[in-house]
């Protein structure tokens, strides 16, 4: 942070003043009497910073798809800031889950945070992801690229599993009607695919056909 | 229905004080009899009596006699016995929650599955006309307008509402026990179930244009659950008729069970032989049962029906078994696997 090696883009404040805007949101929705905020606050707060932490995720998993099927590389330097904040999200959501289910009566049982958290499949699943998420933040920076070499590519794929669990999170926590999650579910598909090396060659070349022609004849001969 | 305009419901610290005010006018009359004694000067009631309504502290000294037999003539509604004090609280001590809370925090997936919402989709519904067909396996089934079923003696419940959700509410109903109904129309010897069904009106709720859930809304009762005293009809709470997110203008109320079995807005009321099948058994076999009773030991497939979020509270509480009410109903489930019974 302290030296900048170049001055962001606006693209770059966007995402740094747009991830906050759940929070605000929450405080804005406070102060004008949001009913199901001032009613079951815990409840409300829970599920505003998962599918916030959700919507970081997949916008964050959307950067590389984006360069891939329209080539703008602008997006890429967006992935760590928008990771980075889907797990603040996602932690902030993981301790009002605990403070929710262990203060019970005017006393803290641990005994309870532990059956919430490790008893129930959806809560289970979501722990998981968070687990996975921790130590990509960690190692979100240049010295870690540097010690892991190799490793650090392979470590920070296991977004994508992250992501896959955290749509079994959704689904699993929702009353009957899942159509919510399995649209969020659709879009991680998509944006997976896309990673897919067929399929990424096939976005490239579209892209910059006269440049890897050659290779495509090659390919279909 | 007539619609009720904001400013004649009666705000909810006014119903809480309901019986305060008499006691309040009740004390002032007292001291200004008091007063009248020393003073020939004379005051009319002021209706400001309801703005500092003199606090009826436990142990409080009873007005005299002579106060007491001014107080009628002081005010012009007979003044109810100053040592009743209207209950704000359940039988447990716990308060009411707040009508707006009541009012503003809905599960009635007929307009929407959003909570918050619900109130504002409602505000429209039409409660008026309403009729109500009890049939079924009955000796004299019998269609009531709802202006009927208001004449049965309305009583005042407070009740604990858990919903499967792990939330709870105490709310001031009015209605009258089910079993009243039931008696009216005579259940066959052969009836064992009761089947209640909600209105199907898709074009005034726009949930029901969902095709992801089996409308209308179906639930049942045995037949003897049915006619626990506890099991009641409710066409109002907090003193004045229901609002259409509660369920207007008639809905059940059986609270020793999760809240999804207090079907709302009913029309149809069924007496019939097997268990009828409710429309979130049919949704999800695994997660809802029929007889759906609160049970912190026996958890939602999803989660844990332990503990529950009572609103406004920090902290959650354990949930009791039957939802507090064991008393009253454990044995109709004498001998029962409660767990295989979900």
């Not at chain 1, 999650?181 to 910059?208: E, H």
């Not at chain 2, 309305?154 to 919903?163: G, N, T, V």
């Not at chain 2, 209105?199 to 409308?215: D, H, I, K, L, T």
């Not at chain 2, 509480?317 to 489930?333: C, H």
């Amino acid at each position: 942070m302290a030296k900048r090696k170049s001055s962001w883009t606006p693209l770059q404040i966007a995402v740094h003043v747009g991830a906050f805007v759940p929070l605000l949101l929450i405080v804005w929705n406070f102060w004008q009497g949001n009913m199901a905020l001032l009613i079951n606050p815990f409840q409300d707060v829970t599920f505003r910073t998962g599918k916030a932490a959700l919507i970081l995720l997949l916008l964050s998993l959307a950067c590389t798809p984006l360069n891939i099927v329209f080539g703008w590389r602008q997006v890429l330097p967006l992935r760590k800031p928008l990771g980075l904040y889907a797990f603040m999200y996602g932690a902030l959501h993981f301790l009002i889950f605990i403070v929710d289910n262990g203060y019970i009566g005017s006393s803290v049982d641990l005994m309870a945070v532990y059956e919430a958290t490790f008893e129930k499949r959806f809560a289970l699943v979501g722990f998981a992801a968070l687990m996975i998420l921790l130590p990509l933040a960690i190692t979100s920076n240049q010295w870690s690229m540097r010690q892991l070499k190799k490793n650090w590519k392979r470590l920070h794929q296991l977004v994508y599993a992250a992501g896959i669990l955290v749509i079994i999170h959704f689904i699993w926590l929702v009353k009957s009607d899942i159509r919510e999650p399995l649209v969020y579910g659709a879009i991680l598909a998509l944006l997976l695919v896309v990673r897919i090396p067929l399929v990424r060659r096939f976005f490239v070349d579209l892209r910059s056909p006269k440049k890897n022609k050659p290779r495509i004849a090659a390919d279909n001969a | 229905m007539t619609k009720i305009k904001s400013s004649e419901i009666t705000p909810e610290h006014i119903y809480l004080s309901r019986r305060k005010f008499m006691v309040g006018v009740g004390a002032l009359a007292a001291s200004m009899a008091a007063l009248a004694a020393c003073s020939p000067q004379q005051s009319s009631a002021p209706p400001a009596a309801t703005s500092t309504p003199a606090k009826p502290a436990a142990g409080q000294t009873p007005p005299t006699a002579a106060a007491q037999a001014a107080a009628p003539a002081a005010v012009s509604q007979p003044a109810e016995p100053t040592t009743i004090v209207a209950p704000t609280t359940d039988e447990l001590g716990d308060p009411f929650n707040t009508f707006e809370a009541i009012t503003n925090y809905n599960n009635y997936y007929e307009f929407t599955t959003t909570k918050e919402e619900v109130a504002m989709l409602a505000k429209d519904f039409t409660t008026n006309p309403w009729q109500v067909q009890v049939g079924g396996l009955v000796n004299n089934p019998k269609t009531f307008d709802i202006d009927d079923l208001r004449k049965f003696e309305q009583e005042e419940r407070i009740y604990r509402l858990r919903c499967v959700e792990a939330w709870s509410m105490v709310i001031p109903w009015q209605g009258f026990p089910l079993a009243k109904l039931l008696k009216e129309v005579d259940p066959k010897p052969e009836a064992k179930f009761v089947r209640f069904e909600t209105v199907y009106r898709p074009e005034e709720m726009p949930g029901q244009r969902s095709p992801w859930y089996n409308w209308p809304y179906i639930e049942g009762l045995r037949l003897d659950e049915a006619m626990n005293d506890l099991a009641i009809l409710a066409t109002g709470l907090y003193g004045k008729e229901l609002l259409p997110q509660s369920g207007a203008p008639v809905r059940l109320v059986v609270p020793w069970k999760y809240g999804f079995k207090s079907i709302k807005s009913i029309v149809k009321i069924d007496l019939v032989e097997t268990a009828p099948m409710s429309l979130w058994m049919a949704a999800a076999p695994n997660e809802y049962g029929f007889y759906a009773n609160v049970n912190p030991e026996v958890d939602h497939p999803r989660w844990s029906q332990a503990t529950e979020r009572r609103i406004g509270e920090f902290g959650r509480r354990k949930t009791l078994p039957f939802n507090g009410y064991a008393e009253q109903v454990a044995y109709l489930y004498d001998g029962m696997d409660l767990r295989a019974n979900f």
